[in-house]
T-cell receptor, first 109, second 117 residues
């Protein structure tokens, strides 16, 4: 069964305290793995697409990596404005998308 | 700027009423989707459409209906048959053709929050 599991459910960090969010997936024929940022009451905002194991992408304080079974979103020296829910999704053949439940990140000044 | 517009942002429904959520995109995307988001659950697919006048049920289609009369528009009706409609509803779109690496990025609207009174 295709599925996506994110951990932890919630994470509280002090400003400047680096950490990582995990996305484990089981899917046949992965087309791509996506990371989104979602602020309260708003739609998800696209961050990254990763296509194959070993791939890495960076944007400001965020870095996403991919293995054959999981992806990590590394947050380096986070700031309060990085507080949000981070969603992971995978695309399977047939244009099917599967989403995790998200990690709620709070960065304390 | 290209994007997806959902309206209304907030909607209240009385028991037994049907309500329609609007979704319009100007990205020239062929595929459009409706998702439901509840606290502690991942996004769940309600309906999707890959072409005008055609759509398919997702995982939780019961109590919902859609239409796709124009490429740009994909309205969702929450009917009185939906027993627990209070949720955050997200519309999304994507190109139908696969990207150069075989994946498509979903672009989301800002969402509509429906509350049953």
């Amino acid at each position: 069964e295709d599925q996506v599991t994110q951990s932890p459910e919630a994470l509280r960090l002090q400003e400047g305290e680096s950490s990582s969010l995990n996305c484990s997936y089981t899917v046949s024929g992965l087309r791509g793995l996506f990371w989104y940022r979602q602020d309260p009451g708003k739609g998800p905002e696209f961050l990254f697409t990763l296509y194959s194991a070993g791939e890495e992408k960076e944007k400001e304080r965020l870095k996403a990596t991919l293995t054959k079974k999981e992806s990590f979103l590394h947050i380096t020296a986070p700031k309060p404005e990085d507080s949000a829910t981070y969603l992971c999704a995978v695309q399977a053949p047939g244009n099917q998308f599967y989403f995790g439940t998200g990690t709620s990140l709070t960065v304390i000044p | 700027d290209g994007g997806i517009t959902q309206s209304p942002k907030y909607l209240f429904r009385k028991e037994g009423q049907n309500v329609t959520l609007s979704c319009e995109q100007n990205l020239n995307h062929d595929a459009m989707y409706w998702y439901r988001q509840d606290p502690g659950q991942g996004l769940r697919l309600i309906y999707y459409s890959q072409i005008v006048n055609d759509f398919q049920k997702g995982d939780i289609a019961e109590g919902y209906s859609v239409s796709r009369e124009k490429k740009e528009s994909f309205p969702l009706t929450v009917t009185s048959a939906q027993k627990n409609p209070t949720a955050f509803y997200l519309c999304a779109s994507s190109p139908l053709e696969l990207g150069h690496s075989g994946a498509n990025v979903l672009t989301f609207g800002a969402g509509s929050r429906l509350t049953v009174l």
